[in-house]
């Protein structure tokens, strides 16, 4: 999926919102204490759900959505939930075309690198546990965010039957879903704290496929 559906849900009601919220008087102004409060709070709301999706704090669209909710709107407060209700359309319709998953994606991917760096330092010092334990959660949660992206619902799912699911859906090789397994077996013992279950090499293992797994899944 492009977009979360809790996050699709509530940009939709948000829209539905603006529809009379954006609409002003006679005089083309928002005098009316109760809308100009609701208005406030929408715009506060649209805000927040812009900063959500746009992680990047560089992101076009989270710099106009902070520019038209800022200030004192006075009465023409409308109007800027108005604004900010277009920026919500195109937003959402970028999102369609997935154009903002991929920018997630290398966010993501570059926020694992970071932390499979850090099992590695623990990899080189032997202490097995504590990078089996980092590998095998960044195995799994690369694993999940790829079925995402290819639409396979991996919620309630156990990690071997997504591995089965990407497998059978091309997007992983028979060798690379025997690989995969051999990381969801590390992540499951380190998880389970059952240290005897796995040795320093399969660690290694882990860590190489992840970082494999991430620069062809989420890095592009």
Not at 21 to 41: D, F, I, K, R, Y
Not at 84 to 97: P, W, Y
Not at 108 to 115: I, S
Not at 146 to 167: A, P, T, W
């Amino acid at each position: 999926m492009a977009m979360e559906e809790d996050i699709r849900a509530r940009l939709q009601q948000l829209l539905d919102e603006s529809t009379h919220l954006s609409q002003g008087n006679e005089n083309g102004q928002c005098t009316n204490p109760t809308q100009m409060q609701a208005c406030s709070g929408w715009l506060t709301a649209a805000q927040n759900l812009v900063h959500l999706i746009c992680t990047d704090s560089n992101a076009p669209y989270r710099s106009k959505a902070d520019r038209v909710a800022l200030g004192n709107h006075g009465y023409m407060i409308h109007e800027r939930v108005g604004e900010l209700a277009a920026v919500l359309k195109a937003l959402r319709h970028d999102a369609d075309l997935g154009l903002l998953a991929s920018v997630a994606d290398r966010a993501r991917a570059e926020t694992f690198d970071d932390f499979l760096d850090h099992a590695d330092v623990y990899l080189k010092n032997n202490q097995k546990n504590e990078a089996g334990v980092i590998a095998g959660v960044v195995f799994e949660d690369t694993v999940r965010r790829v079925c995402r992206k290819n639409m396979i619902e991996e919620k309630g799912n156990r990690i071997d039957d997504l591995i089965s699911n990407l497998s059978s859906k091309g997007e992983i090789s028979a060798i690379k879903a025997k690989r995969a397994r051999a990381a969801a077996h590390v992540r499951t013992k380190a998880t389970h704290a059952q240290w005897d279950e796995f040795e320093l090499e399969d660690v290694r293992a882990t860590i190489e496929f992840t970082r494999e797994f991430i620069v062809s899944k989420l890095d592009v």
